[in-house]
């Protein structure tokens, strides 16, 4: 009997947390719609690339004219499906989205489909790039073992040159060489064919962009040689978010100023901006710097980061 009444108490506190999640988000978005009367309201739903996104978006003086954006939360945010129920998901006029697969990470709820099918009729969709953990080809060195922890966080993955490094105790000279090194580290590498790791990345953006409203293969294979494209293999850079704002703007029959659109300073996602190893530069025919990483990611320190620090 003590048991099940715990479960019950345990199943009626969730219910009334969920309610409590839906109204709060509620009287946000009531407070919000009100604030912005007569605009069209939209909704970029997926990771954290979408707020980078929504950051180029709404400092295009076209686009703020007529649409606004509610910020919702990052998919690994949303700690209960419950918060897709509230009123924003429902109403709004424009929802742009990550194709949010299935089998994602999160559960079937926080799938795309499972809420597009809530969104009220004629909302206009549009689904544009995802890009996380794709291109793993300029990065070889990036690993997905057991992540480990420091200073209380987790890092999100493991370096595999680094882990050479540290297994045979290189000094930071020798640690730096994998990394400099003109020849590839065939050691750390083994097996791993660059070539077929881009043949891969290429054939499954294709395949996924048949998907996608807003295209991005031909724009990386027009310009992933002339400039930093990715600060990781989950993050890209602003001259991809930038393309695929424009993207959105064409979509949306708005009219933009691109070199004023290019020149904006935006959101950069490089608080895990991994190293590009001269092998792989060399390799891709890669011809820009890289030279002081996390910029803006760099957190407690206080100082320009490069490959060393």
């Given at each position: 009997?003590?048991s099940?009444?715990?479960?019950l108490?345990?199943?009626?506190t969730?219910?009334?947390s969920n309610?409590?999640?839906?109204?709060?988000e509620?009287?946000r978005?009531?407070?919000?719609?009100d604030e912005?009367?007569?605009?069209?309201i939209?909704?970029?739903?997926?990771?954290?690339?979408?707020s980078?996104i929504?950051?180029?978006?709404?400092?295009v003086p076209?686009?703020?004219?007529?649409?606004t954006?509610?910020p919702?939360?990052?998919i690994?945010?949303?700690k209960?499906p419950?918060?897709?129920?509230?009123?924003?998901?429902?109403?709004?006029d424009v929802f742009?989205h990550?194709s949010?697969?299935l089998?994602?990470?999160?559960?079937k709820?926080?799938?795309?489909d499972?809420?597009?099918?809530q969104?009220?009729y004629?909302?206009?969709v549009?689904s544009?790039?995802n890009l996380?953990?794709?291109?793993?080809?300029?990065?070889p060195q990036?690993?997905s073992?057991?992540?480990?922890m420091?200073?209380?966080?987790?890092?999100?993955?493991?370096?595999?040159?680094?882990?050479f490094?540290?297994?045979?105790?290189?000094?930071?000279?020798e640690?730096l060489e994998l990394y400099?090194?003109k020849?590839?580290?065939?050691?750390?590498w083994r097996l791993l064919n660059?070539?077929?790791?881009f043949?891969?990345f290429?054939?499954?953006v294709?395949m996924?962009?048949?998907?996608w409203?807003?295209k991005i293969v031909d724009f990386i294979?027009?310009?992933y040689?002339?400039?930093?494209l990715?600060?990781?293999p989950?993050?890209?850079?602003?001259v991809?978010i930038?393309q695929i704002?424009k993207?959105?703007?064409?979509?949306?029959n708005?009219?933009f100023e691109?070199?004023?659109?290019?020149?904006?300073?935006?959101?950069?996602?490089?608080?895990?901006?991994?190293?590009i190893c001269?092998?792989?530069?060399e390799?891709?025919?890669?011809?820009?710097?890289?030279?002081?990483m996390r910029?803006?990611?760099?957190?407690v320190?206080?100082i320009?980061?490069?490959?060393s620090?």
């Amino acid at each position: 009997m003590i048991s099940g009444n715990r479960g019950l108490i345990m199943k009626s506190t969730y219910k009334i947390s969920n309610n409590d999640i839906v109204h709060q988000e509620n009287r946000r978005f009531q407070s919000f719609r009100d604030e912005n009367s007569g605009k069209k309201i939209c909704i970029l739903y997926g990771n954290c690339h979408m707020s980078a996104i929504r950051d180029v978006l709404q400092l295009v003086p076209s686009f703020i004219d007529s649409y606004t954006i509610f910020p919702v939360k990052a998919i690994q945010e949303v700690k209960s499906p419950a918060y897709f129920q509230s009123e924003a998901f429902h109403t709004c006029d424009v929802f742009i989205h990550q194709s949010i697969q299935l089998n994602n990470r999160y559960g079937k709820e926080y799938a795309s489909d499972n809420i597009i099918k809530q969104l009220r009729y004629g909302c206009q969709v549009i689904s544009v790039p995802n890009l996380y953990h794709l291109p793993t080809c300029f990065f070889p060195q990036y690993t997905s073992e057991e992540e480990f922890m420091w200073q209380g966080s987790t890092v999100f993955f493991r370096d595999a040159l680094l882990d050479f490094a540290y297994n045979r105790g290189y000094r930071l000279q020798e640690a730096l060489e994998l990394y400099r090194g003109k020849k590839k580290p065939q050691e750390v590498w083994r097996l791993l064919n660059l070539d077929d790791m881009f043949e891969s990345f290429v054939r499954k953006v294709r395949m996924r962009e048949e998907d996608w409203n807003i295209k991005i293969v031909d724009f990386i294979l027009e310009n992933y040689q002339s400039q930093q494209l990715f600060f990781d293999p989950n993050h890209p850079t602003p001259v991809l978010i930038k393309q695929i704002a424009k993207g959105i703007l064409h979509y949306l029959n708005i009219r933009f100023e691109e070199d004023y659109l290019d020149s904006l300073d935006v959101l950069r996602l490089d608080a895990y901006e991994m190293p590009i190893c001269s092998a792989v530069k060399e390799h891709f025919h890669m011809a820009f710097d890289q030279e002081i990483m996390r910029l803006t990611g760099k957190k407690v320190m206080q100082i320009p980061m490069d490959i060393s620090n």
